[in-house]
């Protein structure tokens, strides 16, 4: 020691102070001592003054014992690192290690433990050479093992008040107690699966388990964020060190707002408003989702407040009172699964539950316009036909034989549904028929008997509505009779048709036009002259037909079409010759028709269909039988191309459209 005198020749080799050295010998002082790693307070008072041969009044003093510090907890195989808190660099350390090794201690006094096996120990005493002092006395470090940490499952954020179940998964069998740590008190202990368990602070503490995962369920009674929720693995007897926590588990525990209740309007179709109530609303939510769970719709209204479309949904705020409507229209053609939701914009509300589902059909509203196919049935070509022709509306082929109808016939009318094309009276062998012929749009199979007319005719004409068919004016060959009345019969039951009123002037050989709620008539010849009068009648009303306006040029044997705003009137024959002339007609104002462009060729007793864009005539007489099938589009005024051709060349077909 640089501050310290070397004393050490001043014992003899039993620790006596050499006689020789007694007259002059030094006494030591207290820093000189304390600087051996003496304690001061170890002298049994101070060093008396030395004569003759013997030393007396002097305790030889012992060395502190060694100060550690550091845990006695170690995990299987780790290491820890314990702290001399009284080292000195003048001392020697000896340490003795037990199921364990101890490396060197670096000039802060730190040595580090690595546990090898079993249970880990070491003894340790301080010496030293200076003064022949006594070593201190021997101090033993006894230390336990760490058991394994557990894991900890993860659920999911919850409603305050509501059971939360967390697993703890523990894979060491040293342990007998689990201590759940919630890092919280606002919680009250549920139960446990295995063992018992109770609530000790902010923890829960688990005993008597048989399984090395116990299911603990808590309730959280606060809001809030839990970010801490962890668990450990202690052993009752000490025998084992307690684990390391598990990794923490945070979860988020919120009020959530009451679901609403939804109701559940009738089906309906594609082009009706469907009106929802959305009810039972919580007082605590500032908005309300509707949820279509598709973007097929429009949004119209709601009942109080405000909406908006947002993707597949309608959010509201702003509403009044417990409930409101919200009023949207489909745009396609489905099954729908609805329900609804409430939202807060406070941070103490979670989104509610949705509600019950409603579901709704909704169908295709009735348009008098196809979109996929046109059909031609029966006709005339040198003798009666009952073949049914099939062409698309969008692509030019030649039509394709679709099947037959119960008898062959001539000029008889044609009325469409959303499934079926029906054909009734016309030109038959007897000569003239009432049936009505009913055949699928989507099969290929021979028509079936629908029912009746009131009376046979042929060079009748049709007419659509969405859930009936009419037939308009006719000849009735032997009688020499032109009929003016408008037969009306059911598309679901196969009846004998109903008297549904008179046009305003009786005629034959006339052409059909309909709208969702009207039927028109075009042109035609009467009992003597042609016809130029365009005649309206309503669907839900038996009365006689309206004046609707005239055609360009009176004519006879024309084909009608429709869009969802004009009528068309098609060709036709003038004074005995045929003609190429597509008039055109508002159904929305009683005016003379406008010249709407020309068929490829003049031709006359074709039969009309419309897809939703285009006008098509199919067959027809010019100066011959024909197989032609114009089309013409409701747009713009041009001449009509051809669009492919029939199966059979023939003329008096009744045109449907699917």
Known sequence: MSNTRNLSNLLDSNGDVKATHLDNAPTPTKSEIEGLGIAASSLTGALPAISGANLTGISIPTLDSPSITGTLSI?????????IGNWSEELTYVITPTNCTVGSIN?????VITHTSGVPSYTIKATTDNLGLDDSSLVTKNMVVKLTAPTISSPA?????????????????????????????????Q?????????????????GFTTGNPAITV??????????????????AGTYGDSNYSSSDSIVCYEQLSAPSLNAPADSDDATAVTYTISSIDSNATKVIFDAQSSNFTYGSVGSGSGSKVGNTVEITGWSGTSVTVTLTYTTAATYTNRAKVTSTSATYTDSAWSSSDSIIISASWAFGGTNSGFASGGYTGS????IDKFSFTSNTTATDHGDLSASRSSPSGSSSSDNGYTAGGDDTSPNSTIIDKFSFTSNTTATDHGDLNQARYDLVGQSSSTDGFASGGYVEGGALTVDSIDKFSFSSNTTASDHGNLSVARHSLA???????????????????IDTIDKFAYSSNTTASDHGDLNV??????????????????????????????KFAFSSNTTASDHGDLSAVRERQAGCSSTTDGFNAGGWGTNYSNVIDKFSFSSNTTASDHGDLSVTRNASSGTQY
């Open 107 to 111: 000039t802060s006094g730190e040595f």
């Open 191 to 207: 139960s446990v699966d295995v063992g018992s368990g109770s609530k000790v602070g902010n923890t829960v503490e688990v005993t």
């Open 157 to 189: 954020d919850t409603p305050v008040t509501t059971n939360v179940v967390y697993t703890v998964t523990s894979t060491d069998s040293g342990d007998d107690k689990i201590i759940l740590d919630m890092g919280t008190s606002n919680f009250t202990y």
């Open 75 to 83: 995990d299987d195989g780790s290491t820890v690192t314990h702290t």
């Open 219 to 236: 309730q959280f009674t606060a809001l809030g964020t839990y970010a801490s929720v962890k668990a450990k693995s202690t052993n009752i």
């Open 384 to 387: 009666r036909s009952n073949v």
């Open 554 to 583: 009176a004519t006879r044997y024309t084909a009608g079409q429709s869009s969802t705003t004009h009528g068309f009137n098609s060709g036709g024959n003038i004074s005995g010759s045929a003609i190429n002339t597509i008039d």
């Open 512 to 530: 059909g036009q309909s709208t969702d709620d009207y039927g028109y008539q075009s042109g035609g010849k009467g009992s003597s002259a042609y």
